[in-house]
């Protein structure tokens, strides 16, 4: 319990640390969104720059720096105020929540993909080393590894252009935007939305699988599974029961970084498979200097980060008893 | 006696009972409305067509026949900085606009004007009857609201938009009655009518007064609730603003509840939502020859999306009905030629043909005066102009579809004159060599690099960014490797589109590849390439442009430079149009003369895609940064058997 208090008091001067240095990057490239805006404004023939004076004064962007960002920390931590996103024009906080919830979901429904297919894989693979089963699983984890995500979802969405003549890009089809939630719909989600699951999730299965299968390799031939052998347990039990468990280490001790590596990782994918999470917002965000939007969303990653550090300590600390809290 | 005076009575009532009931239900027959309104008005929620219609609607030419009701225009949008998106398809109506080729203005809004003979004060005249989207009447009360709350107010307007300030100062604007309005500039202002008709004469027609009153202090003195209930304003200036932004940013197109007397109306925010929708507005003041209100579709539909190769590949599969913007680059012809069956599309041209699409716009306020002793040397500026191949950059990049060119009007325009677009374009390196030496660049160094007057190797430094689709970044690979060639040291510096402009509007850079309106009609009211003016885009001699707006600042250009401006000022306060365009010709004369800027390539017309059952759609469309169309006559485009193609 003392252990759990102390992490999670270290967390917090952590995100204090990450909220400034987050703030400081994304106002060190020189301009602001106005000149972002501006460019996007030449288009129009407007070649004045009133607009962007007007503007400018109701952001508050010329402010110091430090005046900015204390404004933005009080409004997060007195109002739960994340501030307003220039572009939009509209809180950060209802801009981000939908789009969290899409991206949390895509991201754990990939999380159970990547275990689900890993493990099996992984074991597979170790215990029946050098079979045909293992050298398949291997190249396909060497495939998976070395494709571009974004390269894999470009041509999965031209094949289900070219040869099923499904709608690309986006959770739904074009009909099913503004309707409400129905069996329909939720067919026609099912029906897209195993692509982004798959392009992200393959790179993550397949090194995963290689990990896996080496740790377990580390295991199987230690003396304390040759004694549980001899003393008569079944081959499928002492497996599960010790190597298995040992060799999920690594999977543990990586959730903390498989959070917000799905959330950010992801990036190219949605903004090329058209998603609705928070990777595109972010890119763009970045772009034209958007800086509460992008500060925010960072920030929201960073928390994600800390807190699944904490949560893969202390599964790690539960379930190998090697570890001491020291 | 008694009985015959009641009959004559009788007879007279009755008369003037069949004409009551004549007058009353005439227009009904006169006036049509789409079917898809008819519920409504049928329910009592909606008030007949021909009470929403001003007495006098405006009859509407269309490009082919009068149109069919029904359909949804479906288009792609991007997730951000893609408002001209909607802009281009809806938000063009202003006072005045252009006729559907460019090159008159029309009555819209204002059924008819009155100009002084000095082109100093315009009087318009207004539509009675006419009403915004949300019914409320629209007259000379909203203009007056715009002039006398917004424009002269210098919290919501620090700085006035050029299309209202004359020679002499901001316009003065006053109400006749309530439906004339004269706007005076106490001096000539001959582009005024043409201002007003290009896309920023929409300021005038934009601000409802009945609804943004309640936003302004003077209106309403309980407007800090309205603040407090409103997260993402913190006073009752960024309320406004919220709720009333300019039609060229995304503000504009984030309030949905805004009134407005365009023919589709928001009904959700853009870039918050998968998808923006727009629909039709039920007192939209157009009808078309029969009668029939305007406009034909019911709604507009803009999906969101994050990458512009998903919108070919949603053209592909027929999920585009009209479209040019995003789609229309050479680049995309082949793919899009390849699924025109699938997707049971078809192209039309669009004329979006600026005065140039690739210019090397050198400083010529460089501060560092070595630079600039050289970059204002007109031969230098020839000898470069000669050493690049311009063929090869238009046959690499863009497929053959453009010509050499200088920064120049069109051939077709009534301005073009052959030397302006042919001199010094020819790829001659011997010549730029000539030229180069002329400009004192004669000595080299070791390694075949020219020196400059200082003694040490001349080096340019160009900005280049990605944008437009128009491949920058590769011709400016090609270009230094052509000034290579001759001994010119050019550095080439890839940046993003806001960098660029940071730099160079703080007069820091040396020189930046970009390009410039000004090849057809707009080259009156925007000849950024033929005089120095303020601007967020070009910039070429930002310390002269300065002192043009004002002698107190920035820095006295040379003679040549002066009678440019003054040439300018005599093309505003030109009484004709035939005296505007000899005044315009005579300026482009001592412009072109000087040389100011190096063009190199003027573009073919690029395409839009239009499916297979979509009719009046313009072939080709006139376009142009200040002329926001179609929108001023998308509301005449429909679907022939009135619904999409399946």
Known sequence: MGFCLRRIMYMIPTLILVSIVTFIIIQLPPGDYLDSLAADMGESGSDNTAVVETLRQQYGLGQPIYVQYYKWMKGILLHGNFGISFEKNVLVTDLIWDRLGWTFGISIMTLLFIWVTALPIGIYSAVKKYSFGDYTATLFGFIGLAVPNFLLALVMMYVSFKFFGQSVGGLVSPEYIEAAWSFDKVIDLLKHIWMPIVVVGTSGAAALIRIMRANLLDEIYRPYVVTARAKGMSEFQLLMKYPVRVALNPFISTIGWILPSLVSGEIIVAVVMNLPTTGPLLLRALLVQDMYLAGSLILIVSLLTVIGTLISDLLLAWIDPRIRYQ | MTTKNNKIKYLETGVAGAIMAFATVMPAYAYEQAPSLDEQVQAGTLPAVDERLPKEPLVLEVVEQPGEYGGTLRRAILGGGDQHNLVRTIGSDNLVRWDANWTEVRPNIAKSWEVSADASSFIFELREGMRWSDGAPFNADDIMFWYEDIFLNSDLTPNKDPTFIGSTGPVKVSKIDDYKVEFNFGSPNGLFLQNMAYGFGYHVTAYPKHYLSQFMEKYNPDLQTLVDAEPAAADWIQLFNLKAGPMDTPLFWQNPDRPTLHAWNLRNAYGSTERVVA???????????????????????????????????KAFNGEIDYMLRHVGRPANKASLTDNMERGKYHFFDVGDLPGNIMILMLNLNHPDPVKREVINNKDFRIGLSHAVNRQEIIDLLYFGAAIPAQTAPREGSELYKEWYLKQFTEFDTELANKHLDMAGLDKRDDEGFRLGPDGKRFTLVFLVADVFGLQYPDAMELIAGYAADVGLDIQVRATDRSRLISLHTANEQDAYLWNCSGGQADAYTA??????????????????????VDNTRGEEPPQAVKDIFTAYNEVKAAPTPEEMKNRMGELLDMSMEQFFTIGLVQNNPVFGIARNNMRNVPD???????????????????????????
């Open chain 2, 279 to 313: 629909e039709r507005n039920p007192y939209y003041y157009k009808v078309d020859e029969k009668g029939q209100q305007l406009p034909y579709i019911d709604r507009i539909t803009y999906d969101q999306v994050e990458d512009v190769e998903t919108i070919l590949l």
């Open chain 2, 527 to 548: 000849p950024l390439c033929y005089v120095p003016m303020i601007s967020n885009s070009v910039s070429w001699a930002r310390l002269w442009a300065e002192w043009g």
């Open chain 2, 620 to 646: 080709p469309l006139p376009i142009a940064g200040q002329l926001w169309f179609p929108a001023p006559y998308t509301a005449q485009m429909y679907f022939e058997g009135g619904t999409n193609l399946p």
